[in-house]
């Protein structure tokens, strides 16, 4: 075993922070069987304590730990999809600690694909519990990071970082709530709502407002701390003159090759859904450094492909031009 994990996996036992990276964002983890080391995750993020972590495990052999009354629809999508970018909420098992659940009865499962999450995983099962306690490795509110450069920019040199190169996803895991009979789609992600319905037998429903609480639900978050703006397929070069005669710095996120503008900054993104969102947030990282007044981002067709990204792109106007605990 590489000392990197080894000594990742000590801090995990010991209690410690450790960052690592999965196929969808970065993880800030810890031993999700103390409560104790969970705690550090909250203050780190500024997270409130209400809002539930996702537990992390190596395999589905290790849902019967965390969860209880696993239903066979949790079954089908955990042989269809993991290791990979799902999330499963399942009724928690009695040891699952409130302060991994924010106090509710369910919990969040999943079992990431990233060779160095498995690794790590694995290294703290011989070592510790096995189960590891992970938002995305972000102040609470603001942009989910692609690269261990990212975390750095977020928690500073003290932070222990498992470096794994950017991530392939590029956006949070898709969230599938099993704890209450019918399939809900609480965030969609990388694995899609149709992939679900192949799996499941049935298409999930989308979330209403009793559905439990999900940090990635709230109307604003992932977001820049510059003003985000969507526009209109069409409707971004006369936005970006208007922005510019009104003497505001505008940093564009395009669909497709650049072309002449008043922006003053511009960035094109990928035409194809996936390489987008792979992208996504280092492009806003990026604008959101700019120096710009305003980010005007082209904003996609409201095709199913596109289901997620738009959901991110949506909160992220929301949340915008905030500080870091909105
Ligand atoms: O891709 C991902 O899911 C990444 C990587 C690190 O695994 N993690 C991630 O964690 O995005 P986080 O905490 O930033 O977002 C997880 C979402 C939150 O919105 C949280 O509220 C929700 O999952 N969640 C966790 N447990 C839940 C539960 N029992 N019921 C409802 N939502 C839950
Ligand atoms: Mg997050």
Same mark, same amino acid.
Request: include cysteine.
């Given at each position: 075993?590489?000392?990197?994990?080894? %000594?990742?996996?000590?801090?995990?036992?010991?209690?410690?922070? +450790?960052?690592?990276?999965?196929?969808? $964002?970065?993880?800030?983890?810890?031993?999700?069987?103390?409560?104790?080391?969970?705690?550090?995750?909250? %203050?780190?993020?500024?997270?409130?304590?209400?809002?539930?972590?996702?537990?992390?495990?190596?395999?589905?052999?290790?849902?019967?730990?965390?969860?209880?009354?696993?239903?066979?629809?949790?079954?089908?999508?955990? *042989?269809?999809?993991?290791?990979?970018?799902?999330?499963?909420?399942?009724?928690?098992?009695?040891?699952?600690?409130?302060?991994? *659940?924010?106090?509710?009865?369910?919990?969040?499962?999943?079992?990431?694909?990233?060779?160095?999450?498995?690794?790590?995983?694995?290294?703290?099962?011989? *070592?510790?519990?096995?189960?590891?306690?992970?938002?995305?490795?972000?102040?609470?509110?603001? +942009?989910?990071?692609?690269?261990?450069?990212?975390?750095?920019?977020?928690?500073?040199?003290?932070?222990?970082?498992?470096?794994?190169?950017?991530?392939?996803?590029?956006?949070?895991?898709?969230?599938?709530?099993?704890?209450?009979?019918?399939? $809900?789609?609480?965030?969609?992600?990388?694995? *899609?709502?149709?992939?679900?319905?192949?799996?499941?037998?049935?298409?999930?429903?989308?979330?209403?407002?009793? !559905?439990?609480?999900?940090?990635?639900?709230?109307?604003?978050?992932?977001?820049?701390?510059?003003?985000? @703006?969507?526009?209109?397929?069409?409707?971004?070069?006369?936005?970006?003159?208007?922005?510019? !005669?009104?003497?505001?710095? $505008?940093?564009?996120?395009?669909?497709?090759?650049?072309?002449?503008?008043?922006?003053?900054?511009?960035?094109?993104?990928?035409?194809?859904?996936?390489?987008?969102?792979?992208?996504?947030?280092?492009?806003?990282?990026?604008?959101?450094?700019?120096?710009?007044? +305003?980010?005007?981002?082209?904003?996609?067709?409201?095709? +199913?492909?596109? @289901?997620?990204?738009?959901?991110?792109?949506?909160?992220? !106007?929301?949340?915008?031009?905030?500080?870091?605990?909105?």
């Amino acid at each position: 075993m590489p000392d990197n994990l080894a %000594a990742a996996a000590a801090r995990l036992a010991a209690g410690e922070l +450790v960052a690592f990276p999965t196929e969808t $964002v970065y993880g800030l983890g810890a031993d999700a069987a103390n409560p104790n080391a969970v705690a550090k995750i909250f %203050a780190a993020k500024g997270r409130p304590a209400d809002h539930p972590v996702i537990v992390h495990i190596a395999n589905a052999n290790a849902l019967g730990d965390w969860a209880r009354d696993i239903p066979e629809s949790a079954r089908k999508v955990a *042989t269809a999809f993991w290791p990979g970018p799902l999330t499963i909420i399942l009724e928690k098992a009695e040891r699952v600690s409130p302060s991994v *659940t924010g106090g509710q009865d369910s919990v969040g499962l999943r079992c990431p694909l990233h060779p160095m999450a498995q690794a790590l995983l694995n290294a703290f099962a011989k *070592t510790g519990s096995g189960a590891i306690a992970a938002p995305s490795a972000n102040k609470f509110g603001h +942009v989910s990071p692609t690269t261990a450069q990212h975390v750095r920019d977020e928690f500073g040199p003290d932070l222990m970082i498992l470096d794994g190169g950017a991530c392939d996803v590029g956006i949070e895991s898709t969230i599938l709530d099993l704890s209450r009979g019918t399939p $809900v789609l609480l965030r969609p992600g990388a694995i *899609t709502r149709e992939q679900l319905a192949e799996a499941l037998g049935e298409m999930p429903r989308s979330r209403d407002d009793e !559905a439990p609480r999900a940090s990635g639900t709230l109307a604003a978050h992932y977001a820049p701390r510059t003003p985000l @703006e969507l526009t209109g397929e069409g409707a971004l070069e006369l936005r970006v003159r208007e922005l510019a !005669a009104a003497g505001k710095r $505008v940093a564009v996120l395009a669909r497709g090759p650049g072309r002449a503008s008043a922006a003053s900054h511009w960035q094109s993104a990928p035409e194809n859904s996936t390489a987008y969102a792979h992208d996504l947030y280092a492009h806003l990282r990026s604008l959101d450094t700019s120096g710009a007044d +305003v980010i005007l981002v082209e904003a996609p067709p409201p095709d +199913v492909a596109w @289901e997620a990204v738009n959901d991110r792109l949506t909160r992220a !106007a929301q949340g915008s031009g905030e500080s870091d605990e909105p």
